[in-house]
């Protein structure tokens, strides 16, 4: 048996996999087990930042690995400290708690939105996130999102969310204004509800509002942080300051990892005992975290900002683009007639690993990714689309 027909017999069947096992792979290039190449635009669903098998990511791994592992959180840890520091310095904000995933920085963000309402004598908090988002898998991040697909089978829910039209500032704030209302979760670009971004005005409203009301104002950047969108967090491209950001995807370069980033507003609502996690703050992945924050640099953004340009140049109003989406390496192409699953298995033909979100095919590349693969996978991508 092949890898695909063992897993297909063994591994309970969640996903809906490509018929394409990765082995290795170096950069924005992978290879499957029959050493066929493509140029990768999906990151691992954009965690590996800087590609696969980054050789800097890799030594500061194997460095860490080689002093210890994990030390659980009952003992002081460097790299966990260190990387709250550049956190904080880089944002503004107050403190980090660490975990491992999307969804449990998510529960982390929900926690501690509802212990600010409690701590102020609200013990029945709502929580407004929005219409067709996406905050993962667990109860409370899948009633949090704003999808009705997400919420069959899986009830009873928790009580206390509710649901605003994204970009619509009189829906939102009405929400907002509702009883008990102590906060509003929002991803600036909506990824997996299909590359939607939230406009400038918007954003501006809602965040006045919160700070206007004592809301608190709290950003999902698990899939849109990290350098993701051009910036080092996505709400930067609006001038807001954020009481709480959710990250984790590409924080640790492809090392499962999150961290919730906690302002002045909401710093020591969670105190000790409230929270907590086995895992959470790992030296190993805290230790690769590092390293990926170290090259977020402003000379990394330009170079996204540049490949975002020639994206805009080369796709908009091409043959078979009906519409482009995104913000920096975050990016949404609705095809005119054929199906995103089409273009996705066409590319794939070809070499090139594309993703979809909804009905558009999505491209979360790695942030290093070379001109050359950058221009050669747009290429692939645009014959594809035009066919
Ligand atoms: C915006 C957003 N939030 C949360 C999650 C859940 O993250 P994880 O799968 O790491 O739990 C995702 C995953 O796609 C996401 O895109």
Known sequence: ????EIDNLYVEHTYNRFPLTIVSGSGSTVTDEAGRTYIDFGSGIATNSFGVADPVWQQAITEQIGKVQHTSNLYYSE?????????????????????????????????????????????????????????????ATLTATGQDGYHQHFGPFPAGFVYAEANNVADTLEKLAGENVCAILMEAV??????????????????????????LLMFDEVQTGN????TLYAYM????????????????????????????????VLVAGTHGSTFGGNPVCAAAANSVVDRLTEELFAEIRAKYAYF??????????????????????????KSAADVVRECREQGLLVLTAKNKVRLLPALNIGWDEWKQGLEILKGVLAK
């Open 1 to 4: 048996m092949n890898i695909c």
């Open 227 to 230: 350098g993701r969108c051009g």
């Open 79 to 139: 790299p966990c400290a260190v990387l709250a520091q550049k956190l904080c310095e880089r944002t503004g904000l107050k403190k980090v708690f660490f975990c491992n995933s999307g969804a449990e920085a998510n529960e982390g963000a929900l926690k501690i939105a509802r212990k600010y309402a409690a701590d102020r004598g609200n013990t029945a908090p709502v929580i407004v996130t929005l219409k067709n988002s996406f905050h993962g898998r667990t109860i």
């Open 312 to 337: 805009c140049e080369t796709m908009s109003g091409a043959a078979g683009v009906a519409e482009i989406t995104g913000r920096g390496f975050m990016l949404g192409v609705l095809p005119t007639e």
């Open 237 to 268: 491209h609006y001038g807001v300051k954020p009481d709480v950001v959710s990250t984790a995807k590409g924080l640790a370069g492809g090392l499962p990892f999150g961290a919730v980033l906690i302002g002045e507003k909401a710093e020591g």
């Open 190 to 215: 909506q990824g997996e509800g299909g590359i939607n971004v939230l406009e400038d005005d918007y954003v501006k409203a809602v965040a006045d509002y919160c700070a206007e009301n004592d809301k």
